[in-house]
């Protein structure tokens, strides 16, 4: 099964996103921010790109970071994949990471010794 153009541009753009942060950006709050994932519009219109940091405390410092420079890191990504239009980056917390180690500790807690 052959995935669809969305899909294919959002991997693109969590690739080249990932090098920028890692290689344009000097902000200190994003130094520890990884990107687990991109959902585009099917129009792509806008990209949802989700984000993850070591400490919960980053979270807010690395959403306000992430949102201020949005328009430089469009600007950027135009330049580097082939698009009519470059999605708005829109970035939202990846909750998914914390709520699977905390039910990880869980099912340890409830977990008989052996």
């Known amino acids: 099964m052959s995935r669809g153009r ?3 541009v959002a ?4 690739r080249e996103l990932s090098v920028l942060l890692s ?3 000097r902000d200190p709050r994003l130094a520890l921010v990884t990107l687990t994932a991109v959902d ?3 129009d792509l219109s806008h990209a949802l790109v989700y984000f993850t940091c070591l400490e919960a405390a980053q979270v807010e410092p690395a959403a306000a970071a992430l ?3 949005a328009g ?3 600007s950027h990504l135009a330049k580097r994949i082939q698009l009519y239009m470059t999605p708005e980056l ?3 917390h990846d909750e998914s990471v914390a709520r699977g180690a ?3 500790r869980l099912i340890d807690s409830v977990r008989p010794k052996s």
């Open 11 to 14: 991997d693109q753009i969590q």
């Open 23 to 25: 290689r344009e950006l």
């Open 40 to 42: 585009v519009a099917p």
């Open 102 to 104: 905390h039910l990880s």
């Open 90 to 92: 829109r970035f939202r």
């Open 67 to 69: 949102k201020s420079a």
């Open 6 to 8: 969305p899909q294919k």
């Open 72 to 74: 430089y890191l469009r």
